[in-house]
């Protein structure tokens, strides 16, 4: 099973991700977080997308589509994934469906988070993720236990460089020109659930929850 999360920077897609690929027993794929790995690296990938990546542009299609190539012919993903920021064209998701068909797989299902723009600025700025892992965190919804340190691994946590208000803005912008055409794409294939966004993270855990037997 594929879950395509889609939704607006600060949206909660990472959040949410973890929750439900565990309660569906898949993996969590974030492109974001496999290229961030690379950048830490210095891999010439990550060395590549470092420039597009901190102006808050979409590094090119086909370095995500052979990322994402890669990593769902991993053993653990056998049983399927839950896609965090994958696809974000139109181009990457006939690059999946042309994918998933060629390795025998079921087409990918596709769930909005619907956020009101109003939250978004304010969730974007006030996240922050470990060092170690990515866990996320956030100022104001999710504190950590002890203030700058992760729950889980006890890493340290730190804002992301395109989380400033100059690249979140830039940002939103590409999400609504490249992005949010997927919604229309996976609703003529009749393969979207739209969930209603705002509100805590529990709340929206909660909504969630109730419609992932839709999904199979
Ligand atoms: P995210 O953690 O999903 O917000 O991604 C952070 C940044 O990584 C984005 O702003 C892009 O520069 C890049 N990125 C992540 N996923 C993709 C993708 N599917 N296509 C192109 N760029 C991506």
Redesign the pocket.
């Given at each position: 099973m594929i879950v395509v999360l889609l939704g607006p920077?600060g949206g909660g897609?990472?959040t949410q991700a973890v929750g439900l690929a565990a309660s569906l027993g898949v993996v969590h794929v974030?492109?974001?977080?496999l290229?961030?790995a690379h950048l830490a690296a210095h891999t010439p990938l990550g060395v590549a997308?470092e420039a597009?990546?901190s102006r808050?542009?979409?590094?090119?299609?086909e370095t995500?589509i052979d990322m994402v190539r890669a990593r769902l012919a991993e053993p653990d993903a056998a049983p399927g994934a839950v896609l965090?920021?994958?696809?974000?064209?139109v181009a990457?998701a006939e690059a999946l469906g042309r994918l998933l068909l060629e390795t025998g797989r079921t087409p990918a299902h596709a769930i909005l988070l619907d956020v009101p723009r109003a939250d978004l600025i304010r969730r974007l700025t006030g996240r922050r993720v470990c060092r170690a892992a990515g866990h996320p965190y956030h100022v104001e919804f999710k504190p950590p236990r002890r203030e700058g340190v992760c729950d889980v691994d006890q890493s340290e946590l730190y804002q992301?460089a395109?989380d400033t208000i100059a690249t979140v803005t830039n940002?939103l912008e590409?999400y609504d020109r490249e992005t949010a055409p997927l919604i229309g794409y996976y609703q003529a294939l009749g393969r979207l659930t739209t969930i209603e966004a705002g509100g805590t993270p529990a709340e929206v855990t909660a909504r969630l929850a109730g419609r992932v037997s839709d999904l199979r």
């Open positions: 920077p897609k990472g974030s492109t974001g977080d290229l961030r997308a597009y990546m808050g542009e979409l590094v090119p299609d995500v965090d920021g994958f696809p974000r064209t990457q992301r395109d940002r590409v």
